[in-house]
């Protein structure tokens, strides 16, 4: 299989990424991988078909993530036709080049439904992408596994859906690993004005109803097709637990993982998303779920692999890889 994982700059990646474990799990079933860069594509001198400048990432027995992923950064960039790929997994993220590189955001986008017209398969599904950077994407998933939310760039809306539902979080409708998320206690809250420019300098603003027992921290669960991702009799999952009095879970701000076992409310949620998943053709995602909800899902990059070796001593990557072979044989 020849892969290639689309990354935000080859610079910037670092050895514990699940994005360095999904590569390296891919090299050692003996496919051909390569990083490419959100600025490594050029178009036009090559007969129409998309040349990139890629990062072979080579695996040799014994390799550990540091190893791996130093020998990528320093092997020099050789040019592919990225039309010959078999896979494009995108794994860039758009939400931080928003912020950084303006410019850089929409290509991972772009460039995968470019390639999945060629025959390419691309995951997770470049269309389905564009709605799922933004945390509206989950409005379209059942009403019963998602608290209730307003989207809005009105601040008296906002002010007025805090005085209905009572305690709220307030976040960026495009955000992510934690910024500029606020949690609010009813309408009185003395900062509320404050809070809400704050999060509308970012564009639509998120109020979502506080699911009790969030304050405890959140479920990090992967889907993998639609399913609950498990290897080797443990599942994909873990409690996010906040650090201190900062009631974001976060991994990024200084929440720590822990076990969880996935009992039949989460095994409930799961099954409600599952048609619309694969349907939607998101091969992985996390989802963030507290009780019996949904608070978030993470479809560009979802984080956290880490934490399931790390406790469980499994390496879930190689299902992963095992998956996206079916997928493109499919396709063949």
Request: aromatic share 6%; charged share 25%; proline share 4%.
């Amino acid at each position: 299989m020849r892969l290639a994982f689309f990354v935000n700059d080859m610079t910037t990646e670092i050895d514990e990424y699940a994005t360095t474990r999904l590569a390296r799990a891919a090299g050692r079933k003996g496919h051909d991988v390569w990083y490419v860069g959100v600025g490594d594509v050029e178009l036009g001198e090559s007969d129409g078909r998309l040349v990139a400048r890629a990062h072979a990432a080579v695996f040799h027995e014994g390799d550990t993530l540091d190893d791996f992923l130093t020998a990528t950064k320093a092997r020099r960039p050789e040019r592919i036709v990225m039309d010959d790929l078999d896979v494009l997994y995108l794994r860039n993220e758009s939400i931080d080049d928003l912020q950084q590189r303006p410019w850089a955001s929409p290509f991972g986008a772009v460039f995968g439904q470019m390639l999945q017209a060629r025959g390419v398969t691309v995951v997770n599904d470049p269309m389905t992408l564009l709605r799922a950077t933004s945390k509206l994407y989950l409005e379209e998933f059942p009403e019963q596994i998602r608290p209730r939310s307003l989207v809005t760039r009105d601040p008296e809306a906002i002010e007025k859906f805090v005085a209905a539902v009572g305690r709220c979080v307030i976040k960026p409708l495009y955000g992510a690993k934690g910024r500029n998320v606020f949690m609010v206690g009813d309408v009185t809250e003395q900062n509320l004005t404050q809070i809400t420019e704050a999060v509308l300098q970012d564009g639509y603003a998120l109020a979502q109803e506080f699911v009790p027992g969030g304050e405890d921290g959140d479920a990090r669960i992967f889907l993998l097709d639609g399913e609950l991702l498990e290897q080797d009799g443990k599942a994909a999952a873990f409690r996010r637990v906040p650090a201190g009095t900062d009631p974001r879970a976060n991994i990024s701000k200084g929440g720590q993982p822990a076990p969880l076992e996935i009992g039949d409310v989460e095994r409930g949620v799961i099954a409600a998303m599952t048609g619309k998943l694969l349907a939607d053709g998101m091969f992985l995602v996390g989802i963030d779920v507290i009780g019996g909800k949904v608070v978030e899902i993470n479809a560009e990059s979802p984080g956290g692999l880490q934490s399931l070796e790390w406790m469980y001593g499994t390496d879930m990557c190689a299902t992963v890889i095992e998956a996206l072979e079916s997928r493109a044989g499919a396709k063949r």
